[in-house]
């Protein structure tokens, strides 16, 4: 997939609404198979930014995955370095560091093994149980953040 272009896929005005109401369940303390409510500051707006995302716990680190690509939320944390996950008046503040494309291979796995089921259409012709190469041939696609939550 990677080329010159950078990976991303807009979501649909259906996927828009979906992700509005996940979000707004976070916010109000349910979580959707484990989802959180993303808050990043916007790198030109400086205002926060939500989003609904799927926090994955691999290997005793916490990881954020962009399974659309290069969204508004990763340009932001590339900038940022961190932000806030919330569920309910749960607020977790991390920092956040990018993965190179190869560190990214078990926690793609990992994700795909927890949300493939959610983010197929995202990772064309990819699953968990793909090959090595073929995850690693995705992993440019879809930026990786190695979360640290503040004490």
Avoid: C
């Avoid at 716990?57 to 969204?71: C, F, I, K, N, P």
């Avoid at 968990?128 to 995850?135: I, K, N, Q, V």
């Amino acid at each position: 997939m990677s080329s010159s272009t950078p990976y991303y896929v807009k979501g649909s005005q259906m996927s828009v609404r979906v992700n509005g109401f996940v979000g707004w369940l976070a916010r109000h303390g349910l979580s959707f198979a484990g989802s959180a409510e993303l808050s990043v500051r916007g790198r030109k707006s400086g205002t926060l930014q939500r989003i609904p995302v799927n926090p994955l716990s691999h290997d005793g680190g916490q990881y954020l995955v962009s399974a659309r690509g290069l969204s508004q939320w990763v340009r932001n944390m590339r900038v940022a370095g961190g932000g806030e996950l919330r569920v309910g008046r749960s607020v977790s503040r991390f920092t956040a560091v990018e993965l190179p494309d190869a560190e990214k291979l078990p926690v793609l796995r990992s994700y795909l093994a927890k949300w493939g089921w959610q983010v197929k259409q995202y990772f064309p012709g990819v699953t968990a149980a793909s090959s090595d190469e073929e995850l690693l041939a995705a992993a440019a696609d879809h930026p990786v953040f190695r979360i640290t939550v503040g004490k």
